[in-house]
């Protein structure tokens, strides 16, 4: 269930099955062929994965791509099970969503096994740098942006804006999670690494 996503700097982002992705690096990244090894992914089981194969999707954004970021209810340490109901649409523990910062100040959510747009995000006045989804599955995103701030997103809220961070003077180029969710940093164009402890 894992793929690729990558944008040229332009409006279109490519998804790309990550098997596929490692069948294409055995069959054309090796010199011999008797070194590859056939290599199938697990998988969340449920009755849709047995019936949506992953399959490439072009998507378009609209607009420029700055940042791309990944995010699925499952938690990246599979401590717990999560299991969300939307208010716009359904979401399920097998679905994996893709977020597009882009170069006017929107996020766009997308459904990465359908590349259906599902949440288009505005608040931002100025490019989205950066997005990190926290890794504990509760679909929090939070965006970096040149417009000075950090915004924080709740996703099983219908893409409701939590907090606005402010604290840096110029522009902000990236963010990240502590592994246990409970911590965000940020760096911008000052050097400097600001620290936000989310409760």
């Known amino acids: ?3 690729l996503a990558w944008s040229q700097g332009h ?3 490519k998804l790309v099955p990550w098997a596929q992705c490692l069948n294409n690096f055995l069959l054309h990244g090796t010199k011999n062929g008797s070194n590859a090894v056939s290599t199938r992914l697990p998988r969340q089981s449920s009755e849709s994965s047995q019936k949506n194969k992953p399959c490439e999707h072009i998507i378009d954004c609209g607009d420029i791509v700055w940042s791309l970021a990944f995010g ?3 938690p ?3 401590s717990r099970c999560v299991n969300i109901e939307w208010h716009r649409f359904k979401f399920g523990q097998d679905q994996l969503l893709l977020a ?3 170069n006017n ?3 766009k959510i997308w459904d990465v096994y359908t590349g259906k747009l599902l949440l288009n995000l505005m608040d931002h006045t100025e490019v989205v740098r950066d997005l990190t989804f926290a890794p504990d599955g509760s679909l929090i995103l939070v965006s ?3 417009d000075k701030t950090l915004r924080v997103w709740d996703l099983k809220d219908d893409g409701n804006m939590m907090k606005v961070l402010r604290g840096h ?3 902000v180029y990236g963010c990240a999670f502590s592994p246990d969710s409970s911590i965000l940093c940020s760096v911008g164009a000052s050097k400097a690494v600001v620290a936000a402890i989310l409760v």
Do not use: H
């Open 1 to 3: 269930g894992s793929y």
């Open 11 to 13: 409006r279109i982002v």
């Open 72 to 74: 699925s209810s499952v």
């Open 76 to 78: 990246e340490k599979q």
């Open 100 to 102: 597009t910062g882009l």
């Open 105 to 107: 100040g929107r996020i």
């Open 144 to 146: 970096a942006s040149r």
């Open 169 to 171: 003077p110029n522009w």
